[in-house]
């Protein structure tokens, strides 16, 4: 066991937020902490970490152990660039390393027991060098860099011009290069796209140390953790297994607790009818007995009635009119911000019904065509066509279409001035915005209050084509399960922007991904995406993946259930450029493998000498022999610098499959 928390106790004024709160983590073990939004789950790792005091219970960490935490919001400063920033966190090894060099050119010239410290110093030195992985320092820096998203030429940025997300990301690398004995979390893939989240999933899984988190991306902590820690009404529940199991365990919990209480309901109720009868019948030995049933039900433990999670948020979205069957008609849609080309020459087709995810990586332009449908910003090249009696309703993960001066209660009454007070009071009240809640400003909201007006505003739209803009930001679970339910029970039609795996694979019936400046598109769920991806990517935008220009792709539904769009055939006379095309790739593919498998098989060699190296520096012959030290030091150095050179090389390799 290397953290224990007993009976963790905290409040903030009145408002109790944890209520002797108790569980362990094992070594390498990797845990989740859920619960919705106001639960405690920032809290609780404040106390862990110490930057908060627990009203009562202790935190016990293993002696020796060191912890790591991220919290959500960071504001880094620093002169430095992003790679010096990282850099620094490998300052011991750095010097380390600084320190053996010297030493090799001091020994060349010293004899005798001066030399024979020196070898003693220079053997311990390399061994902790060893341990430290200390000839990969480099390689590492540049793999967590570019798996949390940071393309080399950013790599000299400085951390001043830096936003806030990518400040988020460099602290999150420096914490990971750290390698504590443990790592906490809060909430680590709200400034991360999908690749980078995918790249975190992989170092976490095989993380050496023990990681806990608290994250709203349910397909982010199913591929991650063992066990989860949910906190409830103040309360702590531990359960073993990832979020799908602990959510099946959970209901059944749920359930249990449900039906026990019903039937205690029952009980009382039953007694309490033959009470009155009892009494009823006033008579001497009736009301004895009645008495001694009502001394009974007096001395009965009442049971706490379960917390019902879906009946805080009601939403229900339905169309007011019916839309014709095409909803939406894009042609030949391009736009560029200066000398960056988002995208060129889109099409996509949305037919009524569908619930169309439009994913890629950050900076893509996802964003950008939501606003090109609305009207937000002008295209370079294109038409966008809306069906018949088609009206949209726009959600905007910045929340531009709300008035920041008025209160929630102002912004439904103004919008809907049909509504009444009372109506108005029980939209936000769906909302979760009750009492004096309705009458903040939505400049003092938070994101996701604010969230949950737009939202509130969506449903009283009666639209028939809802276009989303990351819906679940700043949404807790249980609000993004709701949400999922509403979309998938709802008539009209959607096209939508998110990078929430599990809410994709929950509403999605077709997705589309932006990527190398064009549209592939997959009829099915975020599962059949993964599944799909690289075909389609290798027939659709091999520019992605070779770094090449990518043609322009159609995105419509294609009839038939789960059919592949197929690509357009060729006309006659293109059919011996195609020819010639497929053999030059063909040719490519070739070479590729041929240099993939050249370069496998001189990693493997050089590593294998590489572990020679190592094991023959502890032996006593050779760390006492001055000249053959140095040279075999010599030696394991030009292997791991040559080594990083092919490292890269054959990472290039891979990307261009």
């Known amino acids: 066991m290397i953290l224990s928390c007993n009976h963790i106790s905290k409040a903030f004024g009145t408002d109790q937020i944890l209520s002797e709160v108790s569980f362990h983590i094992e070594d390498h073990e990797k845990a989740a902490i859920v619960g919705i939004n106001g639960a405690g789950k920032s809290t609780l790792l404040k106390i862990i970490v110490g930057e908060l005091a627990a009203d009562s219970g202790d935190v016990v960490l293993s002696r020796g152990k060191a912890l790591g935490y991220l919290a959500q919001h960071q504001d880094l400063e620093s002169a430095r660039s992003i790679y010096e920033e990282l850099r620094e966190v490998k300052r011991p090894v750095i010097e380390m390393e600084q320190q053996i060099r010297a030493l090799e050119q001091q020994m060349k010239d010293a004899s005798g027991e001066r030399l024979e410290q020196m070898l003693s110093a220079y053997s311990r030195l390399n061994h902790a060098f060893e341990l430290e992985n200390g000839y990969a320092w480099k390689s590492e820096i540049t793999g967590v860099l570019k798996g949390l998203g940071f393309p080399e030429e950013e790599f000299d940025k400085q951390i001043s011009t830096l936003s806030g997300g990518q400040k988020t990301r460099v602290s ?171 995208f060129s020459q889109v099409d996509i087709d949305i037919r009524r019904g569908e619930r169309v ?183 659709y935008a091999p520019g992605a993946m070779a770094g090449n220009a990518a043609a322009p792709c159609r995105a419509d539904a294609p009839s038939g259930k789960n059919a592949l769009p197929m690509p357009p055939s060729p006309s006659g006379s293109s059919v011996k450029q195609d020819w010639k095309a497929q053999k030059e790739e063909q040719a490519r593919i070739r070479k590729r493998q041929n240099d993939l498998k050249k370069t496998e098989d001189e990693i493997h060699l050089l590593e294998t000498r590489d572990n020679e190296l190592g094991e023959l520096l502890q032996q006593e012959e050779i760390y006492t022999d001055m000249a053959k030290l140095m040279e075999l030091n010599q030696e394991k150095q030009e292997i791991a610098d040559r080594l990083e050179v092919l490292y890269a090389f054959w990472e290039e390799l891979a990307d261009s499959e």
Do not use: C
Not at 226 to 237: A, D, P, T, Y
Not at 370 to 392: A, C, E, F, R, Y
Not at 404 to 427: G, S
């Open 357 to 539: 995810a439009l994913i890629g990586n950050n900076g893509t332009g996802k964003t950008t065509i939501l606003k090109l449908i609305n009207g937000m910003l002008p295209s370079d090249s294109g038409t966008i066509t809306l069906g018949s009696k088609v009206h949209i309703g726009y959600y905007d993960q910045e929340h531009h279409v709300l008035h920041m001066e008025k209160t929630a209660f102002e912004e439904i009454q103004d919008a809907y001035p049909n509504l009444t007070n009372t109506q108005v009071r029980n939209i936000l009240a769906a909302f979760l915005f009750t009492g004096d809640d309705v009458f903040k400003r939505i400049s003092d909201l938070s994101g996701g209050e604010r969230g949950r007006v737009s939202l509130a505003k969506l449903m009283l739209s009666e639209a028939n084509f809802l276009i989303l803009d990351e819906p679940t930001n700043h949404l807790d679970i249980t609000s993004k399960e709701i949400l999922e339910n509403a979309l998938r029970s709802y008539t009209g039609t959607v096209f939508y922007v998110s990078h929430d795996r599990y809410f994709i694979n929950q509403t999605a019936t077709r997705i589309l991904e932006l990527t190398g400046q064009t549209l592939i598109n997959y009829i099915g769920n975020y599962d059949y995406y993964l599944e799909k991806r690289e075909a389609m990517t290798r027939l």
């Open 172 to 342: 999150l690398g420096k914490l990971l290069l750290s390698k504590p004995d443990i790592i906490l979390l809060d909430e680590p893939t709200n400034h991360l796209d999908m690749e980078s989240i995918a790249w975190l999933e992989n170092y976490l899984r095989g993380y050496d140390g023990a990681v806990i988190i608290v994250a709203h991306d349910r397909y982010f902590l199913n591929r991650v953790v063992g066990k989860v820690i949910e906190l409830e009404q103040g309360r702590g529940s531990v359960y073993l297994g990832n979020y799908t199991a602990y959510s099946e365990k959970k209901a059944m919990v749920r359930a249990a607790q449900m039906k026990a209480w019903m039937n205690q309901q029952q009980e009382i109720r039953h007694q309490e009818e033959v009470i009155t009868k009892l009494k009823s019948f006033n008579r001497e030995k009736s009301i004895r007995r009645a008495e001694s049933r009502e001394k009974m039900l007096a001395k009965m433990d009442l049971l706490e009635k379960p917390a019902e999670i879906h009946d805080e948020m009601h939403i229900e979205l339905e169309p007011n009119i019916l839309s014709g069957n095409d909803v939406l008609t894009i042609r030949s849609l391009s736009k560029s911000f200066g000398s960056n080309r988002l």
